[in-house]
């Protein structure tokens, strides 16, 4: 539709967008820089300042360079005898990038060597944040050695078990307790004399709580006969109604996902497809539907191919988990084994502490942590834990992929296959030829380029090949993990083979052991000694006893305990944050020093122990919050209300927010008819196979296409996710980068989302999609029109939008008529901007 013909819509109804934000005023520079931002910091940029910068740029350099310091924050702002070295936003600005990125032999830093692309990307990504920087303006090198104390952090409130506190008795005629949570936050509102807003009404209520546990909006029937049930058990039979759905596995197995940084291919410089990546999304959506205890769901992803079972589909179920562990980021191309073993377990590591503890122990990989009592030694003994575990991920050897390695082979008949039939004895020869004819053209050949590319169609044959037995039944693969061996050679001939993803030069460890300390995380400075796999210390009653073992499921044990204080904790938060928008910890991916302390620290703990003793059940957590009143309120603005309470923390409403990027692309299809509710099997991806995503020649091209087609009509879960490359719809509307763990999204308001919703082809597809289903079932403008808001809102039109609607159907189509449109195209073309405005608007964007 013209822009603006859908411009003078939204008027007409008076559908104003929200306002587009704006940038922060001030020096651009992230001077209250968020947890996420800090951990990058001490991560990515710290470490390399220290070994690559400092020799000359700071208080410990005979002679400082360019009146430069880059040991202090001040130091890095203000720059050197040129002018400051951080243009905030804008890398290529920015004097520090320029010099690092080699481009002049005279501003060259360090002058003796380039570093690393990947570091290169890492201090871009750094400034265009506002490059944020924790430190004082003393210099990190002349300071006092920082010196982690364990013992006074175990007192920090978040390594103390939660305790039980007594129910707060309190009342209030207007707010009637429904359950304890109501109790503890009524508490916390009369001791700042706030009071709640009312109750939010039945459309309102069921179309929130809807899109709360299935992503999905509710249809006008079950609007209406949620409207008209006036039994007191109304509103619990809705409840349990959504629980038991399939689409509540969708709706918050993609929460999970976005904590597992799930994704179809390894990202980095070199992007290879993971073919096999879909099986874990199926099992976390799986776990979800099947109400999976939460400490189970922890053990299985962490140590599922350690837990012993007779049933070949449990069995082939938890190797599936360990995915968890193989589906992160790889830098294929990197030449030194040993660096790439120590960057996959510092990303092992990263996420287990993230997604189960929410806090981040890879910060301590180089240094003790800056924030929380966590020495570098606790890192290395999580690291031997994971250095003595295989991580099989599969993908080729290739002339940027030096890495491939195994994948895990599931028992026969215990899993579903990607691709559903046999390879025919025709298919199988065709292939076998294929991989012959390119093996005598690489060997005729003098001239080495040439058989590059022939070499990479070779491996993705024969993988192709090899990904089906004798018979030419597909092989049941997956992603996961698995121990090393006890000593050298107990995997066979095979096991760290063409697959092998550590050997070549700096090869990384073969067999179970402990792991020394790498010196600012240096592969070339190991200590002489080594520390023994164990826990967090500041946690942890007494060390993890493994010898031959790789400690994997003692470390789930440990972390699954109710001894545990941060799991339970970290997860009723989340649940909490989904379905209130802010979660009672506000930093729910770091509940160390550095993050918020709980608003309501007695009802995070009254759910933390709820959710252990009801059995770590995650519906009847979820259940227990929807039903108290406190989630049933309006959304409804208090001026009162919020001048003491801004934020909401304390709870006086609930707090209107957009849908995210998945719930409002699968909201589009069902209310136009197009959704497929039925889960496909495998993914695009696995039918691509192993090569690099986007290469044509390679097969890549399938999955490009698919990655931002129309047609699809299935839920958002299933969409292909490659690194580096997300759908449309998801990254325009705040979609997490895959490469990263995330624990809550940001919401941002951009015009490049108004232009989503104007011009892109899946839209305008569902909008005529939806006049069609309109025109088909009612008859008269008015009747279409009424359908139309219970479709798209949930809520029959006020008279005054009604006219209003009447008013514009009636001059646009006289507008297209005027314009020649032909007669027979004239009326779908209508409701077609109709609806499309209706996606535009407010309204059908937000959940109240």
């Given at each position: 539709m013209p822009r603006f013909l859908l411009a003078s819509l939204a008027a007409t109804l008076g559908w104003a967008a929200p306002?587009?934000?704006?940038?922060?005023?001030?020096?651009?520079?992230?001077?209250?820089?968020?947890?996420?931002?800090?951990?990058?910091?001490?991560?990515?940029?710290?470490?390399?300042?220290?070994?690559?910068?400092?020799?000359?740029?700071?208080?410990?350099a005979e002679k400082l360079k360019g009146e430069l310091s880059l040991d202090t924050r001040e130091g890095v702002r203000k720059g050197g005898a040129t002018g400051p070295s951080i243009v905030p936003g804008n890398p290529d600005k920015s004097p520090l990038i320029k010099g690092i990125r080699h481009k002049d032999a005279d501003t060259a830093m360090p002058p003796k060597g380039k570093l690393p692309d990947a570091v290169i990307a890492d201090f871009e990504a750094w400034v265009k944040m506002g490059a944020p920087d924790p430190r004082d303006g003393k210099a990190v090198a002349t300071a006092p050695k920082y010196v982690v104390d364990v013992e006074k952090g175990r007192s920090f409130w978040a390594f103390v078990p939660p305790k039980a506190a007594p129910v707060p008795q309190v009342a209030n005629p207007k707010f009637a307790v429904h359950n304890e949570i109501d109790s503890f936050l009524l508490a916390g509102l009369n001791k700042k004399g706030i009071k709640p807003v009312g109750d939010a009404d039945k459309r309102t209520l069921i179309r929130r709580v809807t899109l709360d546990l299935t992503g999905l909006p509710p249809t006008s029937d079950e609007v209406e006969a949620f409207v008209a049930d006036s039994s007191t058990k109304a509103f619990e039979k809705v409840v349990d109604r959504l629980l038991a759905s399939p689409r509540f596995g969708e709706r918050w197995g993609r929460h999970w996902l976005d904590l597992a940084r799930y994704a179809e291919s390894t990202g980095k410089t070199a992007n290879f497809n993971y073919p096999h990546a879909w099986r874990y999304r199926d099992y976390v959506i799986a776990a979800f539907n099947s109400d999976k205890p939460y400490d189970q769901f922890i053990r299985e992803q962490l140590a599922g191919d350690l837990m012993r079972s007779d049933d070949p589909k449990v069995r082939a179920e938890r190797l599936v988990a360990t995915g968890f562990l193989a589906i992160g980021p790889k830098a294929l191309n990197e030449n030194n084994g040993l660096q790439f073993e120590l960057d996959v377990v510092d990303e092992q590591i990263d996420v287990t502490t993230q997604a189960f503890l929410g806090i981040t122990a890879a910060c301590a990989r180089c240094h003790d942590h800056k924030f929380d009592p966590i020495p570098t030694r606790d890192y290395y003994a999580l690291a031997g834990i994971f250095r003595s575990t295989e991580t099989c991920y599969g993908t080729v050897r290739f002339v940027q992929s030096q890495r491939p390695s195994p994948l895990l082979q599931l028992p026969a008949e215990s899993a579903p296959s990607a691709v559903a039939r046999k390879l025919s004895a025709e298919e199988r020869a065709t292939i076998e030829k294929e991989i012959a004819d390119l093996k005598k053209r690489i060997a005729e050949s003098t001239d080495r380029i040439a058989t590059i590319f022939p070499a990479a169609q070779l491996a993705l044959a024969q993988s192709k090949l090899d990904s089906y037995a004798a018979d030419g039944t597909p092989k049941l693969q997956a992603m996961g993990v698995r121990d090393k061996p006890a000593r050298a050679g107990g995997f066979g001939a095979g096991g760290f083979g063409p697959r092998?993803?550590?050997?070549?030069?700096?090869?990384?460890?073969?067999?179970?052991?402990?792991?020394?300390?790498?010196?600012?995380?240096?592969?070339?400075?190991?200590?002489?000694?080594?520390?023994?796999?164990?826990?967090?210390?500041?946690?942890?009653?007494?060390?993890?006893?493994?010898?031959?073992?790789?400690?994997?499921?003692?470390?789930?044990?440990?972390?699954?305990?109710?001894?545990?204080?941060?799991?339970?904790?970290?997860?009723?938060?989340?649940?909490?944050?989904?379905?209130?928008?802010?979660?009672?910890?506000?930093?729910?991916?770091?509940?160390?020093?550095?993050?918020?302390?709980?608003?309501?620290?007695?009802?995070?703990?009254?759910?933390?122990?709820?959710?252990?003793?009801?059995?770590?059940?995650?519906?009847?957590?979820?259940?227990?919050?929807?039903?108290?009143h406190a989630y049933q309120l309006d959304s409804k603005f208090d001026k009162a209300a919020f001048e003491a309470d801004p934020d909401n923390a304390l709870v006086w409403r609930m707090s209107?927010?957009?849908?995210?990027?998945?719930?409002?692309?699968?909201?589009?299809?069902?209310?136009?008819?197009?959704?497929?509710?039925?889960?496909?099997?495998?993914?695009?991806?696995?039918?691509?196979?192993?090569?690099?995503?986007?290469?044509?020649?390679?097969?890549?091209?399938?999955?490009?296409?698919?990655?931002?087609?129309?047609?699809?009509?299935?839920?958002?879960?299933?969409?292909?996710?490659?690194?580096?490359?997300?759908?449309?719809a998801l990254a325009l509307f705040d979609a997490p980068d895959p490469s990263l763990i995330a624990a809550d999204r940001p919401t941002t308001t951009v015009p490049s989302q108004g232009l989503f919703l104007l011009n892109n082809p899946f839209v305008l597809r569902s909008a005529d999609a939806a006049a069609e289903k309109l025109l088909k079932g009612t008859t008269t403008d008015t009747e279409r029109i009424r359908a139309a808001y219970l479709n798209f809102y949930g809520r029959p039109p006020g008279e005054k939008e009604l006219a209003t609607a009447e008013k514009f159907l009636h001059g646009f189509q006289a507008k297209l008529a005027r314009d020649r449109v032909p007669a027979a195209r004239q009326e779908r073309e209508t409701w077609a901007a109709f609806c499309q405005a209706l996606f535009a608007s407010a309204e059908f964007q937000y959940r109240r």
């Amino acid at each position: 539709m013209p822009r603006f013909l859908l411009a003078s819509l939204a008027a007409t109804l008076g559908w104003a967008a929200p306002a587009v934000a704006q940038p922060a005023k001030g020096t651009g520079f992230a001077d209250k820089p968020t947890p996420d931002q800090l951990a990058f910091f001490e991560k990515k940029i710290r470490p390399v300042l220290v070994e690559s910068c400092y020799k000359c740029h700071s208080a410990e350099a005979e002679k400082l360079k360019g009146e430069l310091s880059l040991d202090t924050r001040e130091g890095v702002r203000k720059g050197g005898a040129t002018g400051p070295s951080i243009v905030p936003g804008n890398p290529d600005k920015s004097p520090l990038i320029k010099g690092i990125r080699h481009k002049d032999a005279d501003t060259a830093m360090p002058p003796k060597g380039k570093l690393p692309d990947a570091v290169i990307a890492d201090f871009e990504a750094w400034v265009k944040m506002g490059a944020p920087d924790p430190r004082d303006g003393k210099a990190v090198a002349t300071a006092p050695k920082y010196v982690v104390d364990v013992e006074k952090g175990r007192s920090f409130w978040a390594f103390v078990p939660p305790k039980a506190a007594p129910v707060p008795q309190v009342a209030n005629p207007k707010f009637a307790v429904h359950n304890e949570i109501d109790s503890f936050l009524l508490a916390g509102l009369n001791k700042k004399g706030i009071k709640p807003v009312g109750d939010a009404d039945k459309r309102t209520l069921i179309r929130r709580v809807t899109l709360d546990l299935t992503g999905l909006p509710p249809t006008s029937d079950e609007v209406e006969a949620f409207v008209a049930d006036s039994s007191t058990k109304a509103f619990e039979k809705v409840v349990d109604r959504l629980l038991a759905s399939p689409r509540f596995g969708e709706r918050w197995g993609r929460h999970w996902l976005d904590l597992a940084r799930y994704a179809e291919s390894t990202g980095k410089t070199a992007n290879f497809n993971y073919p096999h990546a879909w099986r874990y999304r199926d099992y976390v959506i799986a776990a979800f539907n099947s109400d999976k205890p939460y400490d189970q769901f922890i053990r299985e992803q962490l140590a599922g191919d350690l837990m012993r079972s007779d049933d070949p589909k449990v069995r082939a179920e938890r190797l599936v988990a360990t995915g968890f562990l193989a589906i992160g980021p790889k830098a294929l191309n990197e030449n030194n084994g040993l660096q790439f073993e120590l960057d996959v377990v510092d990303e092992q590591i990263d996420v287990t502490t993230q997604a189960f503890l929410g806090i981040t122990a890879a910060c301590a990989r180089c240094h003790d942590h800056k924030f929380d009592p966590i020495p570098t030694r606790d890192y290395y003994a999580l690291a031997g834990i994971f250095r003595s575990t295989e991580t099989c991920y599969g993908t080729v050897r290739f002339v940027q992929s030096q890495r491939p390695s195994p994948l895990l082979q599931l028992p026969a008949e215990s899993a579903p296959s990607a691709v559903a039939r046999k390879l025919s004895a025709e298919e199988r020869a065709t292939i076998e030829k294929e991989i012959a004819d390119l093996k005598k053209r690489i060997a005729e050949s003098t001239d080495r380029i040439a058989t590059i590319f022939p070499a990479a169609q070779l491996a993705l044959a024969q993988s192709k090949l090899d990904s089906y037995a004798a018979d030419g039944t597909p092989k049941l693969q997956a992603m996961g993990v698995r121990d090393k061996p006890a000593r050298a050679g107990g995997f066979g001939a095979g096991g760290f083979g063409p697959r092998g993803g550590f050997g070549g030069r700096g090869a990384g460890s073969r067999t179970i052991d402990d792991s020394p300390v790498y010196t600012r995380g240096e592969p070339d400075q190991p200590t002489a000694e080594k520390v023994p796999r164990g826990t967090l210390q500041v946690m942890s009653k007494s060390p993890l006893k493994v010898k031959s073992v790789s400690g994997r499921l003692e470390l789930a044990e440990w972390i699954a305990s109710r001894d545990n204080p941060l799991t339970a904790r970290v997860m009723v938060n989340r649940v909490w944050m989904h379905l209130f928008g802010r979660g009672i910890v506000p930093t729910a991916d770091n509940f160390g020093a550095a993050g918020q302390p709980p608003t309501n620290p007695e009802l995070l703990d009254h759910l933390a122990i709820g959710f252990m003793d009801g059995g770590w059940s995650v519906k009847k957590l979820v259940k227990r919050v929807v039903m108290s009143h406190a989630y049933q309120l309006d959304s409804k603005f208090d001026k009162a209300a919020f001048e003491a309470d801004p934020d909401n923390a304390l709870v006086w409403r609930m707090s209107p927010r957009r849908l995210d990027a998945e719930s409002l692309r699968d909201s589009m299809l069902a209310v136009s008819g197009q959704l497929d509710a039925t889960p496909p099997v495998g993914s695009v991806v696995a039918r691509a196979g192993e090569g690099p995503t986007g290469r044509a020649r390679l097969g890549g091209d399938q999955v490009a296409t698919a990655i931002n087609d129309p047609r699809n009509p299935h839920r958002s879960v299933y969409l292909p996710i490659v690194r580096d490359n997300l759908p449309e719809a998801l990254a325009l509307f705040d979609a997490p980068d895959p490469s990263l763990i995330a624990a809550d999204r940001p919401t941002t308001t951009v015009p490049s989302q108004g232009l989503f919703l104007l011009n892109n082809p899946f839209v305008l597809r569902s909008a005529d999609a939806a006049a069609e289903k309109l025109l088909k079932g009612t008859t008269t403008d008015t009747e279409r029109i009424r359908a139309a808001y219970l479709n798209f809102y949930g809520r029959p039109p006020g008279e005054k939008e009604l006219a209003t609607a009447e008013k514009f159907l009636h001059g646009f189509q006289a507008k297209l008529a005027r314009d020649r449109v032909p007669a027979a195209r004239q009326e779908r073309e209508t409701w077609a901007a109709f609806c499309q405005a209706l996606f535009a608007s407010a309204e059908f964007q937000y959940r109240r």
